[in-house]
């Protein structure tokens, strides 16, 4: 099954010069959707996982599936303010200013082995936030997934060491 073929492409978005990898075709087909979430599940099969962690809002359609898949918990990460139970927030740096992630104060039991999940890494700016909110919060990342990586923006070296794994792969 090529998978590739349910990624479509939208020139010019959000922004002109923007190659924009849009998911829903994949979604929108159960065999795809599921054969992309057995392929991830196989990168991590017989490895100690606890649990699945993802910051809104794509990288939680992945994270849920793979999560019942691997039978660990799944943590969502969040913007601030919308999580209702006591949280841990991490702020990092944007190119234009300060963002928050959050995560509720009992997501984590010390030394818990956390795989972490999105749709697509390109910078790996969002991915590098949730590592050290996962850090932060006593936790051990033992890999990023994502169904896609775009490789020109060489997200990988900022999330070294951490070992990263992409279904789809863009040149
Ligand atoms: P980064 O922080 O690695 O620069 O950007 C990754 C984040 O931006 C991901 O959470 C992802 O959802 C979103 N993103 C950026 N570009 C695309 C794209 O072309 N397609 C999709 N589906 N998401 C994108």
């Known amino acids: 099954m090529d998978l590739r073929k349910k990624i479509r492409n939208i020139p010019d978005f959000p ?4 190659m ?7 979604l929108a ?13 196989d990168q ?3 490895r100690k996982i606890d649990a699945i962690a993802a910051a809104e809002a794509r990288g939680f359609i992945f994270a849920a599936p793979l999560a019942l898949e691997l039978n660990a918990s799944f943590v969502p990460v969040r913007k601030p303010g919308k999580l209702p139970f006591d949280t841990q927030a991490f702020h990092y740096e944007l190119e234009y200013g300060v963002d928050t992630l959050e995560i509720h104060t009992d997501a984590f039991q010390e030394g ?14 969002t991915m590098n936030a949730c590592v050290k909110l996962i850090e932060q919060a006593g936790a051990e990342v033992v890999g990023c997934a994502f169904a ?3 490789s020109f923006l060489n997200g990988r070296e900022i999330l070294a060491p951490h070992e990263c794994f992409s279904l789809l792969t863009y040149d």
């Open 148 to 150: 896609i990586e775009l």
């Open 44 to 46: 991590y099969r017989g």
């Open 112 to 125: 818990e082995q956390v795989l972490l999940v999105d749709d697509l890494l390109a910078t790996g700016g």
């Open 29 to 41: 087909c159960p065999d795809s959707f599921r054969e992309a979430i057995k392929q991830i599940a």
């Open 20 to 26: 924009f990898r849009d998911i829903t075709p994949l």
């Open 15 to 18: 922004k002109p010069g923007i």
